[in-house]
């Protein structure tokens, strides 16, 4: 192989060298809504360590009890979710601080402005 052949780093586009060194996060999901193969809420917190997406998703009904037991609760990729609602794909960009609610009649994740 030629050495002029070979791509400079300054070649390589900003979008692959971030792809190559990000790394896979994670979101917490509820066992109630895995369950349920249903997210009817879901927010997007500050991370609490550097693999944490801050993606919570929930049934919506689970109450602090039930979320305080580390049981209940499992590590998963966000877009493994998309499995079990594919309009989640639209809102997993959004930033923290978001939170979202299921709407029935419209079929789409609504934002919750408070």
Not at 16 to 26: D, F, P
Not at 90 to 110: Q, R, V
């Amino acid at each position: 192989m030629n050495p002029e052949d070979l791509q400079s780093k300054d070649d390589v586009p900003e979008s692959s060298t971030q792809e190559a060194t990000q790394v896979k996060k994670y979101a917490f999901v509820s066992t109630r809504a895995l369950e349920a193969d249903h997210i009817g809420y879901c927010y997007r917190e500050t991370p609490e360590t550097n693999i944490d997406s801050g993606w919570r998703f929930l049934y919506g009904d689970e109450d602090e009890e039930y979320l305080d037991n580390p049981t209940h609760i499992e590590a998963v990729y966000p877009e493994d979710m998309l499995s079990i609602n594919p309009a989640l794909d639209i809102i997993l960009g959004a930033p923290f601080g978001t939170e979202f609610e299921w709407k029935e009649d419209s079929e789409m994740y609504e934002e919750i402005i408070d």
